[in-house]
């Protein structure tokens, strides 16, 4: 299988604890975001990564959440100190080249839950 | 700002029936793109289609046929006789070049098909 993978999928955690999630991009794809989605809602964009370059990233990426994608190949996302409003589905995706002509692929996510 | 609206919280229809997901856009970059996105129950995105700016022909693939229209800034999507399968949460997206492609979504249509 070459899809976008993340693990793990399932994190229940008390709040208060750090959290690693990792994506592990189609592997040619140069481009690697992160999204959140809450139930009810579409996707919200975290940040964007070129190769190893973080690029972008949201307002919505406090001071707690730092993303990382070492020699531009699988990325990781931590959240530290975690809260209960921080409880979603964290969606990664990958493109070639410039991701607005070619389709963003996504993974499964990784489904927080912050008790 | 790009904004992307979903008004349709909810669709639910017999079997074999056509249905249509409305999709309004806002934006005021000339060059943009819109997707969409299928989400089943398993939760992972599916891509479904996309659609540059200058391209306004509307396009059909087997049951499913979108239509484009710049002077409504409408991206609405129909699926012919419908079938069971079809249950899932639809997203419609937008992006555009100075955003690095960030996808921005809309709420989703969670359209539900009934034997």
């Known amino acids: 299988d070459t899809g976008v993978s993340q693990n793990p999928r399932h994190k229940i955690t008390k709040r208060g604890q750090n959290v690693t999630f990792r994506c592990d991009p189609i592997?040619?794809?140069?481009?690697l975001y992160w999204y959140r989605q809450t139930l009810g809602q579409g996707p919200e964009f975290l940040t964007y990564?070129?190769?190893?370059?973080?690029?972008?990233k949201s307002r919505l990426l406090s001071d707690r959440f730092s993303a990382e994608r070492p020699k531009g190949s699988f990325s990781t996302l931590e959240i530290q100190r975690t809260e209960q409003g921080d409880s979603a589905m964290y969606l990664c995706?990958?493109?070639?080249?410039?991701?607005?002509?070619?389709?963003?692929?996504f993974g499964p996510g990784t489904r927080l839950t912050v008790l | 700002a790009q904004k992307v609206t979903q008004a349709q919280t909810e669709i639910s229809v017999v079997e074999k029936e056509d249905v249509t997901l409305d999709c309004v856009y806002e934006?005021?970059?000339?060059?943009?793109?819109l997707f969409w996105y299928k989400q089943p129950p398993s939760g992972e995105l599916v891509f479904l289609i996309r659609?540059?700016?200058?391209d306004e022909q509307n396009e059909i693939s087997g049951r499913y046929s979108w239509n484009f229209q710049k002077s409504t800034s409408s991206f609405n999507f129909t699926i012919t006789a419908s079938q069971v399968v079809d249950s899932a949460v639809y997203f419609c997206?937008?992006?555009?070049?100075?955003?690095?492609?960030?996808?921005?979504w809309g709420a989703g249509t969670k359209l539900i098909i009934k034997p």
């Open positions: 997206a937008l992006s555009v070049p100075d955003s690095n492609y960030q996808l921005i």
């Open positions: 934006t005021r970059d000339t060059t943009y793109y």
């Open positions: 995706a990958s493109s070639d080249g410039q991701g607005a002509i070619n389709e963003q692929f």
């Open positions: 659609r540059n700016s200058f």
């Open positions: 990564f070129q190769n190893e370059a973080q690029l972008e």
């Open positions: 592997s040619e794809h140069n481009r």
